[in-house]
């Protein structure tokens, strides 16, 4: 069992290098990966069979470098398995509209290879592989962005984005430098749990070099445009740049640093600022036209905040439990506009056939007619209908139905209120959040003390 985690980490990277290796085949990838990603959200739940602090496969990666493993202790483990059902539901997905850039080939097997690399980043228990990781998964999101938007002649500025990334992750560096020059360990549990004996001044160092790694990732003020852009994507991309990678990592790295700042003066100015951030996204989410990416962007923006509000209080925890299925849920909840492209704009991906790349591509693309030429066409397609035939009635009788009721019970719940406040709804709400800011604001100084 200790190997479970990283062969389904193996198994989904493999999976994602065969689909873009298939991408021509777009029928048959989006069949498979489906297929594939629900028997990875399955077989994860296994994971739960022994919690604890079991160690997968331990080696060593550098010289001179500490042995670096996956953990599935909680609650690393129970994000890790949120994410594979993620995967899932992007692979599930089917979007309204045509998707309007030539990503849409390559989508499948890059959603496999963001998983892979979330799960590892979730359960890595060593600071270097984590800075690694997590520079992978930055450069990973650019095209998201670049491609889709660009091809319907939205001006992206996607060198600002990075390095608004890149402020993030070099802010997670200088944390980690800090508690190896005083625990002498780049294990992230051993050097956290040595942080409560640091001098006053690399302590607070410590604590806002995470706050501004966590900040970029959650993408809250003034850091937040590229969350505004992810708003424009089609669903499935959309849960995955709003939810399930970098602000799931920051929200994840909020709750680690949780303890640091518990009971400390500190902590007062966290949750002061975690509250202003908070009716900042709700105000701007009520005063914004519906269905625009700016009233998306304030509610995402309100519920990034509310986690850092909670950051120093044990209720941190079930915000961390409950975040991805929020996140995902107000992805999906609340209506944002995906701008249409003209028939011209779909295109290739832009990367040049030559060089060490481009060969990579075209040996991909040589591996898979040798490997699939020589399998009879009507095989493969009994194998394809006969699965699809097996799952057919449970997908869309039970899945499609409760993903399809999201939007009808935001409209129902809107509705209700509009008719029971006609004329006054958004002042009444910004009050109502007003209020429940202050009873929250006063549990929370009720649990410091």
């Known amino acids: 069992m200790h190997v479970l985690l990283p062969a389904l980490v193996a198994a989904t990277l493999c999976g994602g290098v065969l689909f873009l290796a298939l991408r021509k085949r777009a029928a048959l990838v989006r069949t498979l990966a489906r297929y594939l990603a629900l028997a990875l959200a399955v077989l994860s739940f296994l994971l739960l069979a022994h919690p604890g602090e079991d160690r997968a496969v331990r080696f060593t990666w550098a010289p001179l470098m500490d042995s670096v493993g996956l953990s599935t ?26 998707p309007p850039s030539a990503l849409e080939l390559y989508w499948p097997g890059w959603a496999y290879v963001l998983c892979s690399v979330v799960v590892l980043a979730l359960t890595v228990d060593h600071f270097v592989a984590r800075i690694v990781l997590l520079d992978l998964l930055s450069l990973s999101l650019m095209p998201l962005l670049l491609i889709d938007l660009s091809a319907v002649d939205y001006h992206v500025p996607i060198i600002r984005r990075y390095l608004i990334f890149r402020v993030g992750d070099s802010a997670f560096m200088l944390l980690a430098m800090l508690l190896h020059q005083h625990s002498a360990t780049f294990h992230i549990d051993s050097a956290l749990a040595s942080a409560a004996d640091l001098p006053a001044g690399p302590f607070v160092t410590v604590v806002l070099s995470g706050v501004l790694a966590a900040w970029v990732k959650l993408g809250l003020p003034p850091c937040h445009g590229w969350v505004a852009e992810g708003a424009m994507l089609p669903r499935s991309r959309r849960i995955w740049v709003l939810g399930a990678a970098l602000p799931l990592l920051g929200a994840y790295l909020l709750y680690r640093l949780g303890p640091l700042a518990a009971g400390r003066p500190a902590a007062f100015l966290v949750i002061g600022v975690g509250l202003l951030l908070m009716l900042w996204g709700v105000h701007r989410g009520l005063r914004s036209p519906n269905g625009s990416s700016e009233a998306q962007t304030g509610w995402l923006v309100a519920h990034s905040a509310l986690g850092l509000a909670l950051m120093p209080t044990p209720a941190m925890r079930l915000f961390l439990l409950t975040f991805l299925p929020v996140r995902v849920g107000l992805c999906l909840g609340l209506a944002s506009t995906v701008l249409l492209a003209p028939a011209r704009a779909m295109r290739r991906l832009p990367v040049s056939e030559s060089g060490l790349f481009g060969s990579v591509l075209r040996w991909l693309g040589a591996s898979e007619t040798s490997l699939f030429e020589g399998i009879p066409h009507r095989v493969a397609q009994a194998v394809v209908a006969l699965a699809d035939l097996t799952a057919q009635r449970l997908e869309r009788g039970v899945f499609d139905r409760s993903v399809q009721s999201v939007p009808r019970i935001v409209d129902s719940i809107a509705g209700s209120l509009q008719l029971q406040h006609t004329g006054q709804l958004r002042r009444n709400l910004l009050w109502v959040s007003v209020a429940l800011v202050a009873i929250v604001a006063l549990m929370l100084l009720w649990e410091i003390k």
């Open 73 to 98: 202790a909680a609650p690393g483990i129970y994000l890790a398995i949120m994410a594979f059902w993620t995967l899932y539901l992007g692979c599930r997905l089917r979007e309204e509209r045509p």
